[in-house]
């Protein structure tokens, strides 16, 4: 993720069944199961974190002080879709792997919850500063077709594997912040070799597509890229380059980073949506309820990253997310999701420290009581 490398150097398908009778009247036995309601606007948790703080001893409260279960804490407050990161091997955290993510899609769906599955094809963060190939690719780093099987053969794999568990996910990320080209090794490479590039990004989604025809479920890939102004000449080359079977454009917005503020913002998010018909969710921001830390590790989120008329505040935060929501349902948008709501400040280390990097930006306070920004996903509630 671009922030951990800057600052730390671093759709559906309706089933209806009722009972066999021939008299149209309905008998006071009969039995109808309602369709399933459809989401006009997905509010999302990335929670790739909090089976890791959860061992580490995190307990998490409700607005009204209650301990509970996390992902039942975001499905009562109204959160519909939970985000979820994958790492290749990543030999250097028990977190982030299969095993991990089939966890956090279990809890998810337990409550109800959709679920992004964010493949970031590395063993590590993968950002716009970072595509690290994942080791085991590596000899084969300069021969796209063997790279584009291993590719395709893992992606499938994966969501086979899942689907055995009844775990399939509802979206698929093809990649994490993949501004840079995919699959490298060190250094990036720029210019983007496009004939390289489009052949590893579409053997990704047509394992998606192969599994999703497969297992008889509609997966819906997205295409997730690191600030607006970036998104705007990089799907302009994918597409000219042929990288067109996609159904979401996914953005990271955090204003820090970006040349848009939340006052213009919404001319290139508009821009995206009529220009590739394209669905569009923010798959990343946040905002700081504090500029306090609570642990040695330093906060990502400094005061750089507030807005005007925004304090470093709960109800900062939460007017923050909500103004944000109004600008990209007005753009045509159709989600927002907050990244790590739930990494809060534990005695379990990161890379760079002990504790958690983005506390003062999480949706609990330093009590783990959740902050009035977690009213953000009422929005699903009053649909």
Same mark, same amino acid.
């Given at each position: ?49 909090? =089976?890791? +703080? $959860? ?5 998490? #409260? ?6 509970? @279960?996390?992902?039942? /804490? ?104 993949? =501004?840079? +080209? $995919? ?5 990036? #490479? ?6 390289? @590039?489009?052949?590893? /990004? ?126 990209? /349902? ?54």
């Amino acid at each position: 993720m671009k922030i951990l490398i800057k600052t730390l150097q671093i759709s559906l398908l309706c089933l209806f069944f009722s009972c066999g009778n021939s008299n149209p009247a309905k008998t006071e036995n009969e039995i109808t199961e309602a369709p399933e309601k459809e989401i006009s606007f997905y509010y999302g948790a990335d929670l790739s974190y909090v =089976n890791e +703080m $959860i061992d580490c001893g995190a307990t998490y #409260k409700n607005s009204e002080g209650a301990t509970k @279960n996390p992902y039942k /804490i975001f499905k009562e407050a109204g959160a519909n879709l939970v985000r979820v990161r994958l790492w290749h091997n990543p030999t250097w955290t028990n977190y982030s792997n299969f095993e991990d993510v089939k966890l956090t899609i279990s809890k998810a769906k337990a409550e109800g919850m959709k679920v992004l599955l964010d493949f970031h094809y590395s063993d590590t963060w993968a950002d716009p500063a970072k595509q690290e190939i994942p080791t085991a690719w590596l000899a084969n780093i300069n021969n796209t077709v063997a790279l584009s099987e291993l590719l395709y053969n893992y992606t499938y794999e994966t969501l086979n594997n899942l689907a055995t568990a009844n775990l399939l996910p509802d979206m698929v990320q093809v990649g994490n912040e993949i =501004n840079p +080209m $995919i699959l490298q090794s060190g250094d990036l #490479k720029w210019p983007i070799d496009w004939a390289r @590039n489009s052949a590893l /990004i579409n053997m990704g989604i047509k394992a998606v597509r192969d599994i999703s025809k497969s297992k008889n479920k509609n997966i819906e890939v997205m295409l997730h890229i690191a600030q607006p102004e970036n998104a705007l000449w990089w799907f302009k080359d994918a597409t000219e380059n042929g990288i067109t079977d996609f159904d979401w454009i996914g953005l990271s917005y955090y204003p820090i980073w970006s040349e848009y503020k939340l006052t213009d913002v919404e001319t290139p998010l508009k821009s995206l949506i009529n220009t590739y018909k394209k669905r569009l969710m923010i798959v990343e921001t946040a905002y700081p309820f504090t500029m306090e830390n609570a642990d040695g590790a330093n906060n990502i989120l400094n005061s750089d990253a507030l807005v005007t008329g925004y304090p470093a505040t709960e109800q900062g935060q939460l007017d923050y997310l909500n103004k944000l929501k109004e600008i990209v /349902i007005r753009a045509g948008g159709e989600g927002i999701v907050y990244w790590e709501p739930a990494w809060v400040s534990t005695g379990c280390s990161t890379q760079w420290g002990i504790g958690s990097h983005w506390e003062n930006a999480t949706l609990f306070d330093f009590s783990k009581k959740a902050t009035l920004g977690m009213k953000f996903y009422n929005g699903s509630l009053q649909n």
